[in-house]
């Protein structure tokens, strides 16, 4: 009940609550970690159809994305993929920090360490360096806005997206298209803005967290 009443205050006034200080590791460079998912779906597995990652900081990196496949083996594929670009990371940059916005992330990981396993202990490690920045915010501030996703938080912080149409359930309808067309165009096309919108998450959340760090 404190937390509503908080809340609603800071709607009022317009104005930031701290909560505590902003508890963010000092690393450099770290990666920003977004995964775009569906639920089951007809005959097909719950699942993760995009994984992106990119390293930003001061030594960034190239953004990085695992696509599943059409195929009955697409969906392993595009996490072996996955596996690979976080194991490039760690090859060029040690153990960083994976940041994402919410639980999603890391459940979807755990899921398909299950699924398909995990030779290396490279999606083990990459948990082990999961943080959640929603999280971060929650314990540290409470903010004037009347939701916590990070659609509604970047554009507090001042982050513009490219795209007039995006959102998680924007991508899961246009992966549906992509799913049940013959056209390979088309299909092409709707993964094309997919992967565009997935790189505009992952660099509204460095906004986010280079604002958070702007705070201490």
């Known amino acids: 009940a404190q937390t509503i009443l908080a809340q609603a205050e800071a709607i009022k ?25 569906m639920p089951p779906y007809f005959d ?24 599943a496949g059409f195929g009955p083996d697409g969906d392993k594929q595009g996490w072996l993929d996955f596996l690979s670009n976080c194991k490039r990371i760690f090859v060029e940059h040690g153990d960083l920090p994976f940041v994402h916005w919410s639980h999603y992330e890391k459940t979807k990981l755990k899921m398909y360490i299950e699924r398909f396993e ?25 903010l004037p806005v009347y939701s916590y996703s990070l659609k509604v938080i970047e554009q507090y912080v001042g982050f513009k997206r490219t795209m007039d149409e995006f959102g998680g359930q924007w ?33 509204a959340t460095w906004a986010v967290l280079e604002w958070l760090k702007s705070k201490n």
């Open 13 to 37: 006034d317009q104005k930031e609550i701290r909560l505590s200080a902003i508890d963010l590791p000092n690393d450099d460079n770290m990666v920003m970690f977004d995964l775009e998912g």
């Open 44 to 67: 097909e597995l719950d699942k993760a159809y995009l994984w992106g990652t990119q390293v930003f900081g001061s030594k960034p990196g190239p953004f990085m994305l695992a696509l």
């Open 118 to 142: 995990d030779d290396e202990g490279i999606a083990q490690r990459v948990l082990d360096n999961c943080l959640d920045l929603l999280e971060v915010v929650k314990e540290s501030l409470i």
């Open 171 to 203: 991508s899961m309808a246009q992966y549906i298209k992509a799913v049940e067309t013959e056209d390979k165009e088309l299909r092409e096309k709707i993964m094309s803005e997919i992967v565009k919108y997935n790189e505009e998450d992952l660099k």
